[in-house]
């Protein structure tokens, strides 16, 4: 059963950072596509960013660029969110997610085969 785990979310003050971690289990971490979105309360679901394995491409949205930093630890099937300079916009639960045809990066949610549960990022201003 695969299965994936955010972990590192919690409260920050404006300007501060975060890093996010999901962990993959039950599959071979080596043909991918995982990608990092969140929500907001009373707002779609967003792309924020993905990394694909095949050629370590990454991509960020708009709103992101410059403050957060994919990365992939394949020896421990994780990728990692870093999330610096944060702002109180960037508030939501942030999922990950994975695309085990290992193309699409950017792909639209329902690209993606499995989710974690999510971990709340709460900025204060």
């Known amino acids: 059963e695969v299965q994936l785990v955010e972990s590192g979310g919690g409260l920050v003050q404006a300007g501060g950072s975060l890093r996010l971690s999901c962990a993959a289990s039950?599959?071979?971490?080596?043909?991918?596509?995982i990608g990092w979105f969140r929500q907001a309360p009373g707002k779609e679901r967003e792309g924020v960013s993905c990394i694909r394995s095949s050629d370590g491409s990454t991509y960020y949205a708009d709103s992101v660029k410059g403050r957060f930093t994919i990365s992939s630890d394949n020896a421990k099937n994780s990728v990692y969110l870093q999330m610096n300079s944060l702002k109180p916009e960037d508030t939501a639960v942030y999922y990950c997610?994975?695309?085990?045809?290992?193309?699409?990066?950017?792909?639209?949610?329902?690209?993606?085969?499995?989710w974690g549960q999510g971990t709340q990022v709460t900025v204060s201003s």
């Open positions: 039950g599959i071979t971490f080596d043909n991918y596509v």
């Open positions: 997610a994975l695309d085990l045809s290992g193309l699409g990066c950017p792909a639209p949610a329902p690209a993606y085969d499995y």
